[in-house]
């Protein structure tokens, strides 16, 4: 009999339960005991809709209070020292860890965090040494299969993997190896991952699902030996356990030749992300036992599954390996969507048609399974979703024909400014003198709780727009005064009118849809909300214009206006799943040169488009990046060389890790791009000097995500180390590493000032 399995399930909440009792537990608003309590409901919550959805294998142990990279950590003993040396309770180690902790006499930094592959769900890294004393320090795995099992529910615990685990850790500050990997400890770790398996063997486990989604990196390649001698070591350790190895997020190639070779039950893959993989996977495991768990439901995505397709690609391989050894599955884990469709009211409802969440996957998952075994209980479900695929299409087939052929008509010389950066730049002095150094900031200052109380107000109807609208003009107006004040050279109008950087944009371009509680967790307690891309973009109407002439009618300094990239906006937002991430980034270019052109006409001298999400969307193998970047270089691209040589293009990106992408920065042919240089190594800068970077530079000089306050003197540091390591720089762009919006009006008002005298300072001594 083919079963559905999910491999994993929201752990925010169906009303973001956990965000609320995590958040009032820091704050000492409730008990630890609540906090569990809240926990306790929110699992077993889970557990039963995934069961009434009809799926067959159910997950236990994904459920987590911050991280499951961080569980991982916590359950095998994967502490540094400052962490296991505090005072204080596990549970509160363990928060600590994850979002640091300065209470009392403790004060803890949060562990590194990171990008889980690449979904937008940041995992905190296990930081291992050679002297990490891996063992089991709890059960949590164990404890939640029990909690399952006593509510009737039997689970297939879910384990991220050892070699995953260590593949994207980080070595140990205690290490005194430099050249010691994570991996190097390995086999001290898989004996206590046996303990764990064999006290779920003990407390009435019978299979267990493992993830190894590093199985898809370039890293694993090599790894051949190191997954052979830990699984049979797995296998021993627990032979009551059947061992699921799950994959995901992409292609496992060649390594499926190694991995089909493992004493495991069965191998997942994913067949959303990577589904050309799917004929030499099977190739691979036919002559072996091992069963395959086709993880034909999106773990990532929020659309509805084409069950009759999915049925079809299921049917080819029961063919080949026999029902016996097939399993039908989410792709991943379903932690990247939403919990439920149901909690959406003001979706048009045949807009809602299109979409499936979480509880809604389920449903699909365990639909499939049935359509295999027993057709007729299938043949009404199967029908519905039959139409609603047939409605989405033909939605698809006659969206907008215009914004197809805008692009189709798009020529080399759109991607192209009309001048090399020298004449653009001489063209640029003619119109803004600028001093050497000049000064300028990234954007947003302070979002103060005045401001999102207004915008509140105004979604409540408590504000009119008129009264909204003049609302902003007056932040905008004590930003630019403030700005005139402290002696910046190029202003912005500090972006007070946006809720978000990408939300605002969806908003006003055609083309997407929005949700009232789709959110999904970005890390810890931090959940978004993504914009969906529902049709072809375009822009009805000027975005930004407005609030940037405004702030321009109150200076005579050239005020820079400020948009949020196609790639960054497509890569926070949920894509459309028929036409390639591709096509929708170069449509969003579209749109924002309309946005550019209508802001240079508007008179505005600087435009600065960001692109903080460029560098987080490269593909997981390497292979796939050249044509990942070049299709995002030219967007933004597309997006920008609408304007004349006068006109200057300013990017930003939150990091100067460029290393591997060097040439494809530069190709950007931004005239100012501004990065963040304050917290990491100048080391990182040198890339600029090796390639002879052509355009000009802001490296941030300041952190602005710390609430300190930079001093002239260090500021003055800063802006001669910076020339140190660029050293053909003549002068560069001095402003802070990204925008103010989290910080509070003291701390800019000073340390803008100090910025501001940084930079003459330096005018005087260069
Ligand atoms: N212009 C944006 C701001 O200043 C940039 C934000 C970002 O880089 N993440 O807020
Ligand atoms: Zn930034």
């Known amino acids: 009999m083919v079963q559905s399995a999910v491999l994993g399930f929201p752990r925010i909440g169906g009303k973001r339960e956990v965000k609320k009792a995590t958040e009032a537990y820091w704050a000492d608003k409730i008990s630890v005991e609540e906090?569990?309590?809240?926990?306790?409901?929110?699992?077993?919550?889970?557990?039963?809709?995934?069961?009434?959805?009809?799926?067959?294998?159910?997950?236990?142990?994904?459920?987590?209070?911050?991280?499951?990279?961080?569980?991982?950590?916590?359950?095998?003993?994967?502490?540094?020292?400052?962490?296991?040396?505090?005072?204080?309770?596990?549970?509160?180690?363990?928060?600590?860890?994850?979002?640091?902790r300065q209470r009392g006499e403790v004060d803890l930094p949060a562990q590194e965090m990171q990008k889980w592959f690449d979904s937008n769900y940041h995992y905190l890294k296990g930081e291992v040494s050679s002297n990490t004393d891996f063992k089991l320090i709890n059960t949590k795995p164990v404890d939640e299969f029990v909690e399952a099992k006593e509510a009737g529910i039997v689970t297939r615990p879910?384990?991220?993997?050892?070699?995953?685990y260590l593949l994207i850790?980080?070595?140990?500050?205690?290490?005194?190896?430099?050249?010691?990997?994570?991996?190097?400890?390995?086999?001290?770790?898989?004996?206590?991952?046996?303990?764990?398996?064999?006290?779920?063997?003990?407390?009435?486990?019978?299979?267990?699902?493992?993830?190894?989604?590093?199985?898809?990196?370039?890293?694993?390649?090599?790894?051949?030996?190191?997954?052979?001698?830990?699984?049979?070591?797995?296998?021993?350790?627990?032979?009551?356990?059947?061992?699921?190895?799950?994959?995901?997020?992409?292609?496992?190639?060649?390594?499926?030749?190694?991995?089909?070779?493992l004493p495991i039950h069965a191998l997942h893959i994913d067949l959303d992300r990577a589904p050309a993989q799917l004929d030499s996977v099977v190739a691979a495991i036919k002559?072996?036992?091992?069963?395959?768990?086709?993880?034909?439901?999106?773990?990532?995505?929020?659309?509805?599954?084409?069950?009759?397709?999915?049925?079809?690609?299921?049917?080819?391989?029961?063919?080949?390996?026999?029902?016996?050894?097939?399993?039908?599955?989410?792709?991943?884990?379903?932690?990247?969507?939403?919990?439920?469709?149901?909690?959406?009211?003001?979706?048009?409802?045949?807009?809602?048609?299109?979409?499936?969440f979480a509880t809604e996957k389920c449903a699909e998952v365990a639909t499939l399974a049935k359509a295999i075994t027993s057709p007729a209980e299938a043949k009404e479900a199967l029908e519905k979703n039959a139409v609603s695929i047939k409605a989405r299409r033909d939605f698809e087939k006659?969206?907008?024909?215009?914004?197809?052929?805008?692009?189709?008509?798009?020529?080399?010389?759109?991607?192209?400014?009309?001048?090399?950066?020298?004449?653009?730049?001489?063209?640029?002095?003619?119109?803004?003198?600028?001093?050497?150094?000049?000064?300028?900031?990234?954007?947003?200052?302070?979002?103060?709780?005045?401001?999102?109380?207004?915008?509140?107000?105004?979604?409540?109807?408590?504000?009119?727009?008129?009264?909204?609208?003049?609302?902003?003009?007056?932040?905008?107006?004590s930003v630019v005064e403030f700005q005139e004040k402290v002696g910046l050279d190029i202003l912005v109008h500090g972006e007070p009118e946006r809720n978000d950087m990408v939300q605002y944009f969806g908003e006003r371009l055609a083309g997407f849809a929005f949700t009232e509680n789709a959110w999904v967790q970005s890390y810890g307690s931090r959940y978004v909300r993504p914009?969906?891309?529902?049709?072809?973009?375009?822009?009805?109407?000027?975005?930004?214009?407005?609030?940037?002439?405004?702030?321009?009618?109150?200076?005579?300094?050239?005020?820079?206006g400020m948009l949020t990239g196609p790639v960054t906006i497509l890569n926070w937002s949920f894509p459309r799943a028929d036409v390639s991430k591709e096509v929708q980034s170069r449509q969003l270019a579209l749109a924002l040169r309309d946005e550019v052109v209508d802001l240079e006409k508007a008179g505005i001298f600087a435009i600065q488009v960001d692109e903080p999400a460029i560098r987080e969307g490269l593909p997981l193998r390497s292979v796939d990046w050249d044509a990942y970047l070049t299709w995002a270089v030219e967007s933004f691209r597309l997006s920008t060389a609408g304007v004349k040589d006068s006109t200057q293009t300013h990017s930003h990106f939150c990091y100067s890790d460029f290393n591997s992408i060097f040439t494809h920065i530069i190709a950007l042919d931004a005239d100012v791009i501004s990065i963040e240089a304050s917290k990491s190594d100048l080391k990182l800068l040198s890339v600029f000097q090796e390639f002879n970077y052509p355009n000009s530079i802001g490296p941030?000089?300041?952190?602005?995500?710390?609430?300190?306050?930079?001093?002239?003197?260090?500021?003055?540091?800063?802006?001669?180390?910076?020339?140190?390591?660029?050293?053909?720089?003549?002068?560069?762009?001095?402003?802070?590493?990204?925008?103010?919006?989290?910080?509070g009006w003291p701390e800019v008002e000073t340390s803008l000032k100090n910025l501001v005298n940084a930079a003459k300072w330096a005018r005087e001594k260069y």
């Open 35 to 100: 906090l569990q309590k809240v926990a306790k409901e929110t699992r077993l919550a889970r557990w039963t809709a995934i069961k009434d959805a009809g799926v067959d294998v159910i997950p236990s142990g994904d459920f987590t209070l911050y991280d499951h990279v961080l569980d991982f950590s916590n359950t095998f003993n994967v502490i540094p020292a400052k962490y296991a040396q505090a005072d204080i309770s596990a549970l509160d180690r363990y928060f600590a860890m994850g979002r640091g």
């Open 158 to 164: 879910v384990l991220l993997g050892p070699i995953t």
């Open 169 to 261: 850790g980080k070595t140990g500050r205690d290490e005194t190896n430099a050249s010691f990997q994570p991996i190097d400890v390995l086999d001290k770790l898989t004996p206590v991952f046996g303990e764990l398996l064999k006290k779920l063997e003990a407390a009435g486990a019978t299979e267990v699902q493992i993830d190894e989604p590093g199985l898809v990196l370039d890293a694993a390649d090599k790894l051949s030996e190191q997954f052979t001698r830990t699984y049979e070591a797995l296998a021993k350790a627990a032979p009551g356990l059947k061992i699921t190895l799950a994959t995901y997020f992409g292609r496992l190639e060649k390594n499926v030749e190694y991995v089909a070779k």
């Open 287 to 356: 002559p072996t036992k091992l069963s395959l768990s086709l993880g034909l439901i999106s773990g990532r995505n929020i659309w509805k599954n084409d069950l009759a397709a999915s049925l079809k690609t299921a049917e080819s391989v029961i063919e080949s390996l026999g029902a016996e050894r097939v399993v039908v599955a989410t792709s991943s884990s379903l932690l990247h969507t939403p919990v439920t469709l149901a909690s959406e009211t003001k979706l048009k409802p045949e807009v809602a048609d299109w979409f499936s």
């Open 398 to 477: 006659n969206s907008d024909s215009a914004v197809r052929d805008r692009l189709a008509a798009v020529t080399p010389a759109d991607y192209k400014r009309a001048s090399p950066f020298p004449e653009r730049l001489a063209a640029q002095k003619k119109v803004h003198d600028l001093p050497t150094f000049p000064t300028t900031t990234i954007g947003s200052f302070p979002q103060t709780k005045e401001i999102r109380v207004a915008r509140a107000k105004l979604g409540k109807g408590e504000l009119t727009t008129a009264e909204y609208e003049t609302f902003i003009e007056n932040e905008i107006k």
């Open 531 to 560: 914009p969906i891309i529902v049709s072809d973009v375009s822009r009805p109407e000027p975005m930004t214009v407005r609030w940037s002439s405004y702030a321009q009618s109150l200076s005579k300094k050239p005020v820079k």
């Open 700 to 743: 941030g000089v300041y952190d602005i995500h710390s609430p300190r306050v930079p001093s002239q003197e260090e500021l003055e540091q800063k802006i001669a180390a910076f020339l140190g390591a660029l050293p053909d720089q003549k002068d560069i762009f001095v402003n802070p590493d990204c925008g103010l919006k989290t910080r």
